[in-house]
């Protein structure tokens, strides 16, 4: 409803005098010797790792990325809002679900946009609708995401 969109517009904005936390960028890779598979991810993560961004390599040679900013929020699509820190308002749309209510999961079509600005931005801001209607925020510091993001393969030309 615009009512929930307009809260998470205000409590986006509200934080941008709010300092992102320590936030630890890094690569990993990681393989199933079983199925001769790996999975290559860059975890962003703050303390306790409640509130995460992961870009991840698929096999196929897709990508996703998602964040959790804590706690339940629904399944199917929920509206995410975003605002990096340059950006004088936040985005405000529908991202996919993970099957356990816990992650968003960023359209496709925002991929490239999104990892330009992760690596050229300071801070990200986001802010999550439960399945309440409640917001749920995290801010995270991009200090060192260019180095990690630079080393997934799925991004190589």
């Known amino acids: 409803t615009q009512s929930r ?13 709010e300092p992102a936390m320590a936030t630890t960028w890094k690569h990993s890779v990681t393989k199933d010797e079983v199925a ?21 390599c698929e096999t196929s040679g897709g990508m996703d990325i998602f964040i959790s900013v804590g ?8 509206n ?28 496709t079509e925002m991929h490239p946009s999104f ?20 917001q749920t925020t995290a801010a995270f510091s991009l200090n060192g995401s260019t180095s990690a993001i630079n080393k997934l393969s799925c991004l190589q030309e």
């Not at 969109?5 to 005098?17: C, D, P, V, Y």
């Not at 985005?91 to 968003?104: A, E, H, N, R, Y």
């Not at 801070?123 to 439960?130: A, E, R």
Request: aromatic letters at 8%.
């Open 71 to 78: 706690g339940y929020h629904n399944t199917g699509t929920t």
């Open 36 to 56: 001769n598979t790996q999975r290559e991810v860059v975890v962003g993560a703050n303390s306790g790792y409640d509130q995460v961004v992961i870009l991840r």
């Open 115 to 134: 990892i330009d600005l992760l690596k050229n931005e300071s801070k990200l801001y986001v802010g999550v609708s439960d399945y309440q209607g409640s």
């Open 80 to 107: 995410v809002a975003f605002r990096f820190d340059t950006m004088e308002a936040p985005i405000t749309m529908p991202w996919g679900m993970g099957t356990d209510g816990k992650l968003v999961f960023l359209p």
């Open 5 to 17: 969109e307009n809260r998470m517009i205000s409590l986006l904005l509200a934080m941008m005098t």
